[in-house]
């Protein structure tokens, strides 16, 4: 037997959160790292990943590659610099961790990919594992 199932145009917009969070007042919503978003485009020898990391010193992000697995984690650390003879009325700083982890369908070679970092943007070209041939096994 089929099940009915109501259809819902807003259901994946997020527009419940939107109407939750409309009466909110300003005061109580925190500022917090925003995700790390990605564009993975794939060649014949490797994928190219651009992540966006914005606001983020190089030293401060972190990729691990485990198979066909990869993992880029940023530590954000904004903070509000005061000068000699202001005073501080207000201070929006934080610090947070930020992670993003997919998986590609072919297992990766660490030791011939490559990362660069440069206005915000996160280059990742990770070179993908050769096949390895399959072996005939003799009957005997």
Do not use: C, W
Request: proline share 4%; aromatic share 8%; charged share 30%.
């Amino acid at each position: 037997m089929n099940a009915l199932q109501v259809y819902g145009p807003f259901a994946d917009a997020g527009f419940d959160d939107l109407v939750r969070n409309f009466f909110r007042p300003v005061r109580e919503q925190r500022e917090t790292a925003a995700p790390i978003k990605v564009d993975v485009t794939e060649s014949k020898d490797a994928f190219v990943v651009r992540a966006e990391v914005p606001g983020v010193a190089k030293d401060d992000i972190h990729v691990n590659v485990e198979g066909n697995q990869v993992t880029i984690s940023a530590e954000v650390k904004r903070e509000s610099e005061q000068k000699d003879g202001e005073r501080l009325l207000r201070s929006e700083r934080y610090y947070g961790a930020v992670a993003r982890s997919f998986v590609l369908p072919v297992e990766l070679d660490e030791t011939n990919s490559q990362a660069k970092y440069e206005n915000g943007v996160l280059e990742l070209t990770l070179a993908k594992k050769p096949a390895v041939a399959g072996r005939k096994l003799t009957i005997q």
